[in-house]
């Protein structure tokens, strides 16, 4: 119970405030009345922290007072949600707007429908759910209802014909909710019952309450389509214990879903969920490496002294964390490593210690020196081209964890704590890397910089920029949005700061709603070159506005900056206007706070500026006296069947 | 424990969770006080039951009229221990 609490709130635990800050409701108060900004600090603390029902729904109602007051600062993403179920969903719904609101970041407006209401508010195209128009639906369906009618001797497949048409009837109402909405929809599913009964045939057959539920919950996340994701209800209870899930008194007195513990959990993972739908996981793992993946000091032990394989019980924890890592690097996340050493020593273990699960070619980074982890670790993300806040560090060493966190606030650092058999767990409930969808390109990934690291030579040793394009062989492939695309698209989106000219982000379902929608033109680039498949790297949607075609997203990975794929994409922007019959294509340079690199592009690319304030500008080019530009790549495949 | 026990732990919730201060009377309701909706209503129950370590019954907090009424129920449940 406490090792699974110590969790939770280790990965609960913001990591860029000063621990000195004191935990006192009663403060909240007193900052409230005052005015005090700190308040929004130490209430997120608490919120972060809160375990009791009563202490959230108290401060929900401090936060609640301050948004009145306006101590409480309006955050620019929007989000319209509206929650839908079986049971009475207050005070649920209130619980997961201030989660969305304090730990999400979300300007939340709430719509919640009435009690055991939710199908005729999916069924009816004029209910107050759409009326709403939200963009994010939770749906909580009756897990009453989600039962066997039938009797214990009936054949199987009888049994199971009822399970698939109860699993039919919610993925029918999740579909029609995202028809008539666009929305992207959460699906609670069932928690297992605690009861003993029926005893022993439990699981022989679906006629339990447990086995169906159980072949429901199954078959829900086997099916559900791209636009719809599980709020997985059973985990949530299994974790604390369905003993502890079910409070049936408040089922009879108020209709509430769940018990008081359940309410809070589901409420955080709901959170969790919205959140990573706009937001993307971690890229990068950055290890210490003495007492974090061996024990013992390599420069002091040698490479006989340390602890690590399975001679003795600390040495297995080790390789048990290591083996986590490895799984992680499978999954597209990339291993770094940063250890005061000399890089001599500290490269041994990988290469000569026959236990050891990680080898050299895991690592795409490694920094053994004795600069500060924190500069150590901003090189790190400038040589691999990534964002700082795409980092997790990982070390034993409190000390270390404090000073990264001090300098590279950006960076989630994370202690490892003193007993190394923890840490496999610390690292699979950090919720650092938790992807909704795994894309091919994510397990492409690691070898994609290991060949980035490769042209990079290549790149320094060739003089001529034309030859050496040249000598790269591209190829790329363009195609018109596709449902199998997605996923990707929508990561892309939602993850590509640096060159992304309008930085709009977008949710899967808003996406997949733009292929069926006439009046925008979208399409994806891939490139491939003689190092290998970079995959899909660039995604334009255009908004065809009666004479003019609005670019009103273009971005691309800065992988493959400078290649030409920059002029093949105008080309065929140009074409597609011109297709429709377009005169003018019109570009918007929005400014964020990382994408300067592409301030100038459209300039660059022969577009007229047409007006410009301090944060954008907008850029138009004429169709017509376009000149094709010419570039190193060869194109496969265009957009929308065209040759 | 006696009533007077019982109110001073009542008015250590009541501290908590409302932002007003709120002075517990054995006749105190929820419509005597602003703050006291059905959302303050569940979490004002949840929180009694775990500073007395007790759980009322289905029904038995609805049964009550007033603060006094619903001492009277945590004294006795706390008696009959």
Known sequence: MDSSKSLLESHDRVATEPSSVVLDPKGLKDLLRSNDPLFVKLLKRKTQEARSFSEILALNALRKRAQQTGLWPTSATKLRLAIIGASSLRPFADLAEHYLVVLGGYDVQLWSGDYDNYVSEAMDDESGLYISRPDLVLLLPSERRCRYSGKITDPIDVQEAEANQAVADLLSLVERIHDRSG??????????????????????????????????????????PVYAHVLDVEFLANRIGTLHAFDERTWFESKQPFSSDLLIDVAREFTQVASSL?????????????????????????????????????????????????????RGVLLAVCSKNDHEKAIEPFLKHPEMVLKLSNIVNFKANWEPKSEN?????????LGLDSFVFLDDNPAEIDIVRQFVPEVEAIWLGEDPSTYTSTLRNCRQFEIRTITSEDQERVNLYQREAKRQELLSTATDMDAYLQSLLMTATISQFKTIDSPRIAQLINKSNQFNLTTHRRSEAEVHALISDQSYISFTVRLSDRFGDHGLIAVIVNKVEGAELVVDTWLMSCRVLKRGVEEATLNEIVRVARERG???????????????????????????????????????????????????IEIMERAYAAG | MQQA???????????????????????????????????????????????????????????????GELANIIVNRLNDK
């Open chain 1, 183 to 224: 929305a992207a929809v959460v699906l609670g599913n069932f928690r297992l019952p605690s009861h003993f009964d029926p005893g022993p045939m439990r699981n022989s057959g679906l006629t339990s309450d447990y086995s169906f539920r159980k072949f429901v919950n199954t078959q829900l996340g086997l099916k559900m």
């Open chain 1, 278 to 330: 706009k937001r993307s996981a971690k890229k990068v793992v950055v290890l210490d490496l003495d007492n974090t993946l061996w024990g013992g000091v390599i420069g002091d032990d040698g490479l006989e002294g340390i602890e690590i394989g399975t001679t003795s019980p600390r040495g297995e924890a080790y390789r048990d964390f290591q083996q986590a890592l490895l799984e992680l690097s499978s």
């Open chain 1, 377 to 385: 670790i901003r090189q790190i993300a400038l040589e691999l081209n």
């Open chain 1, 582 to 632: 377009c005169e003018s294509v019109v570009g918007e340079y929005k400014l964020s706070p990382k994408n300067a690199m592409v301030r100038d592009l459209y300039s660059r690319l022969g577009f007229t500026l047409r007006t410009t304030t301090d944060t954008s500008a907008t850029y138009s080019l004429d169709v017509g006296s376009y000149v094709l530009k010419s570039t190193k």
């Open chain 2, 5 to 67: 026990e019982v109110f001073a732990g009542i008015q250590d919730v009541f501290d908590e969770i409302f932002l007003e201060k709120v002075v517990v009377t054995p006749e105190l309701s929820a419509k005597d006080v602003e703050e006291w909706d059905s959302l303050f209503h569940i979490s004002l129950i949840l929180a009694i039951e775990e500073k007395f370590g007790i759980r009322f019954r289905v029904g038995e907090v609805e049964g009550t009229k007033n603060l």
